[in-house]
């Protein structure tokens, strides 16, 4: 078995300040956490952004890892020349390769815990499918959104993004810590398992497919002009049918959800997030699907360790 690296990534938005603020605590008493002998690399995503605290400096970072972007050479934007930094540190063939990367997201949406995996690398459902197994998490499977594109562990062979909420951004808070403490902990178990041949994969993966996302209503101006409805604010992973109102106006009217999907049922994700108010999304509606665990899932996970 190699000695696979693990990058685990914190501040890829500058706002979002708990996992970075637990990274410098972990500089500071490097045994507080227990790494299970795998060999780790720790960084600030986009540190300039943290140092401001700020999502960004120019432009996202976590949509600046296209191929588009990262070879467009007359870009000057901050985070497309942090996007080539990273890759180049730290990418598989980097001065400092990690294989797997993990990156700690906060969201401000009532979401808990959950896991983003992005399309449907087989590496990543396995290694999501046995965090989930422990943990029971949500995974939220982004794909065929082709507004949404470049996301930072795309650039890796494996890895997916922790989601803890809700917080606000820019504040320190002890759940939040806590739920990082606790999702970091088990992904480091489960990868070491998979290094030294003791994961047990489950039978399935329960995944939320993102289907679409809905922006709030606005006038000819471009201003919202309903909120998110009392009965929807904060029911994030709960299910909703045709009808169901998605948005309240100030006179009472209600704005219900029209369902132009297959499914009977969808479940909004992402309600009211507070970094998505610039990109004009109120909410993202997925659907609930159970995949059956593959066994080249597997192997293409047990593949990284023995390159
Ligand atoms: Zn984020």
Redesign the pocket.
């Known amino acids: 078995m190699s000695s696979l690296q693990v990058l685990l990534v914190a501040g ?2 500058g706002n ?1 300040i708990n996992a970075p603020w637990l990274f410098d605590q972990w500089d500071q008493n490097p045994g507080m956490i227990d790494t299970y002998n795998l060999k780790i690399c720790r960084v600030i995503g986009n540190p300039l952004a943290y140092q401001k605290r700020e999502r960004y400096v120019d432009r996202d970072l ?1 949509r600046s890892f296209s191929h588009e972007l990262l070879s467009s050479l007359d870009r000057n934007d901050h985070e497309i020349f942090r996007a080539r930094n990273l890759i180049k540190e730290y990418g598989p063939q980097g001065f400092n390769p990690s294989k797997i990367v993990i990156d700690f ?2 969201t401000t949406a009532s979401m808990g815990s959950s896991l983003v995996v992005y399309g449907r690398r087989p590496v990543d459902l396995a290694l999501a499918s046995l965090v989930q197994n422990r943990l029971g998490l949500p995974i939220y499977l982004h794909e065929c959104e082709p507004s949404q594109k470049g996301f930072l562990v795309e650039s890796w062979p494996c890895g997916f993004v922790v989601e803890i909420g809700p917080v606000p951004q820019g504040v320190l808070h002890t759940q939040i810590i806590d739920q990082i403490l606790l999702v970091l902990g088990s992904c480091l178990k489960e990868i070491s398992k998979c290094k030294n041949g003791s994961a047990a994969f489950p039978s399935q993966i329960i995944v939320h497919r993102h289907l679409k996302n809905i922006d709030f209503p606005r006038d000819l101006q471009g201003k919202p002009i309903a909120l998110i409805h009392p009965s929807l604010q904060g029911k994030d992973w709960y299910p909703i049918k045709n009808d169901y109102p998605l948005f309240r106006k100030l006179n009472g009217e209600n704005i219900t959800f029209s369902n132009d999907s297959m499914e009977s049922e969808v479940y909004p994700v992402f309600i009211n997030e507070a ?1 998505y108010v610039e990109k004009n999304i109120a909410m993202a509606i997925t659907a609930k699907q159970v995949l059956s665990f593959q066994e080249d899932w597997k192997n293409d996970l047990f593949n990284l360790f023995s390159q």
């Open positions: 890829t938005h979002e976590n997201h906060s970094a």
